[in-house]
């Protein structure tokens, strides 16, 4: 009896190495892409709006608390308002920027008795506050943050 030869089997055979050397390609490819992605830097938890406020009055800082949302008009009518003015007194007042639906923020809206969006609290330095409810117009949040901040 002759034997039979059976060449699928060495042809099966070469391709599953050529499939092995290409895979093993991908893999150190994949490794050195993955190796020169430049790290992040380490995250730095932030602190909640409510221990920033408080935080910041304890200094005697004059302080803008700004409660709004990201689904009401009038609150991205006045985000684009803050944008706008609060450049121009970033260094003499603090912004604590309150998203009124992010549920960490609870605490902080029972204390302040917020009902009604947006609303500002300008705290001066004694942390004495007045509350604005609704959109303010940039002059008038010009006119509030120059008083609180001295400028």
């Known amino acids: 009896m002759a034997k039979k030869k059976y ?7 070469q391709n599953y190495k050529v499939f092995i050397i ?13 190796k020169n992605v ?18 910041l009055l304890n200094a005697g800082e004059p302080v803008m608390a700004f409660f709004h949302s990201y689904t009401c008009y009038q609150c991205m009518v006045m985000i684009d308002i803050v944008a706008e003015v609060y450049p121009d007194y970033s260094e003499s007042v603090a912004l604590v920027d309150v998203d009124v639906y992010d549920n960490q923020n609870i605490s902080l809206l029972r204390k302040a008795q ?17 509350v604005f409810l609704g959109v303010m117009q940039p002059d008038q949040l010009r006119q509030q943050l120059g008083q609180i901040s001295g400028k």
Do not use: H, N
């Open 7 to 13: 060449p699928k089997k060495r042809k099966q055979s």
């Open 22 to 34: 290409i895979g093993l390609c991908f893999l150190i490819a994949a490794v050195l892409v993955i």
């Open 38 to 55: 430049p790290q992040e830097a380490e995250a730095v938890p932030l602190m909640l709006p409510e221990a920033q406020l408080e935080q």
């Open 114 to 130: 917020i009902k009604t969006i947006p609303t500002i609290i300008l705290f001066d330095r004694t942390g004495q506050g007045q």
